[in-house]
């Protein structure tokens, strides 16, 4: 059997060939190659040592957010999308067995439904919650790696691990746990508590959140990582006069310096032109090497 074959053979394993692969990030940069839709991790257990053997190469897409794929994307993509009974948060818990697929959407609606305290820290963050915890997504308020109690992993062998978060299992966005070719398949959460003030601090935060981010355009979110928690990468840009800064239908947001919106048919040459700009000049001015925060698979 070929290696299509073998996957579509596979229960819960969907196999798209040559689709349109643009609105699986929220960049909207044109992108096409193959996509596989997981339902279940059996499923996926399935599916990674048939892609080992092949030496098929692969890339995770949960939402996204902060993820840009090539214009011809010659890896198989893969995307989770398992069953989850939403009724599970209808009631309080002290810790939460969630699958990786899940919108952080969600779990903030759940906190302002019980007044939990600590999931506020994502508040409005768009991510899955693989995505997430794979990025330690957060903002100053904290991130989610501090709330995460376990994280269940299939191997590209196909084995499922799992494992137990300690205080060097997350830094600034980056996780230090998951080995190249590892999926997160789902996590124990946990939450700091209720605080009847939860909701009111939400809604606080969902309108500072667009106030300062061009939430309503088609972005990746963080372009860059702050170079030191007191230095914003997108202040640094702003002082350069780089805002606005414009190459086909691509732009330095007005609103916020670490953001590139796509106002329409931007690509992901012109992506990397803009980005080229920007640490160059990062670097010429102030001597600082700009640091990656979005991931960019390549042709
Ligand atoms: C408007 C906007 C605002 C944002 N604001 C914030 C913010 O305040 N704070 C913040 O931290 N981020 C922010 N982001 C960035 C983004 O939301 C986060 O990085 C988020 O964690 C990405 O999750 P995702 O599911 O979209 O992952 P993706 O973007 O799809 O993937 C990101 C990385 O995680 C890997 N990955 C995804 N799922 C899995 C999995 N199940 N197993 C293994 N690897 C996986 C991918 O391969 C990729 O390397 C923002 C983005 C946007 C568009």
């Not at 960049?27 to 190659?33: E, F, V």
């Not at 989610?144 to 499922?160: A, D, F, Y």
């Not at 691990?161 to 070719?181: A, D, M």
Request: hydrophobic share 35%.
């Amino acid at each position: 059997m070929n290696l299509f074959s073998e996957i579509s053979s596979i229960d819960g394993c969907f196999l798209f060939l040559d689709q349109d692969l643009t609105k699986f990030t929220t960049m909207r940069l044109k992108s096409r190659g193959d996509l596989v839709e997981i339902k279940s991790i059996p499923s996926l257990q399935k599916l990674l040592p048939i892609l080992k053997n092949h030496h098929k190469k692969y890339i995770v897409v949960g939402w996204g957010a902060n993820q840009i794929l090539p214009h011809k994307c010659k890896d198989l993509v893969i995307h989770l999308d398992f069953n989850f009974d939403t009724n599970y948060l209808n009631q309080q818990r002290d810790e939460y067995d969630l699958p990786a697929s899940l919108g952080l959407n969600h779990l903030t609606h759940h906190a302002l439904k019980f007044s939990l305290s600590g999931w506020d820290f994502f508040t409005g963050i768009p991510a899955s919650l693989g995505g997430a915890i794979y990025m330690n997504a957060g903002t100053n308020l904290g991130e989610i790696g501090s709330l995460t109690k376990k994280v269940r992993i299939v191997t590209p062998e196909g084995q499922l691990r799992e494992e137990t978060i300690n205080s060097l299992s997350f830094s600034y966005r980056k996780n230090h746990f998951i080995k190249c070719g590892e999926i997160i398949v789902s996590a124990v959460i946990s939450h700091r508590g209720i605080d009847p003030e939860i909701p009111d601090k939400i809604k606080g935060y969902l309108e500072y959140r667009k106030k300062t981010q061009p939430l309503s355009t088609k972005n990746c979110g963080c372009v860059f990582k702050n170079p030191k928690r007191e230095l914003q990468a997108g202040r640094l840009i702003d002082l350069l006069g780089l805002k606005e800064l414009s190459m086909g239908d691509l732009r330095v947001s007005p609103k916020h310096g670490n953001f590139i919106e796509n106002l329409g048919d931007g690509n992901w040459d012109q992506f990397q032109s803009i980005l080229k700009i920007i640490k160059s000049n990062i670097d010429h001015f102030y001597g600082i090497e700009f640091e990656l925060e979005v991931k960019i698979s390549y042709d």
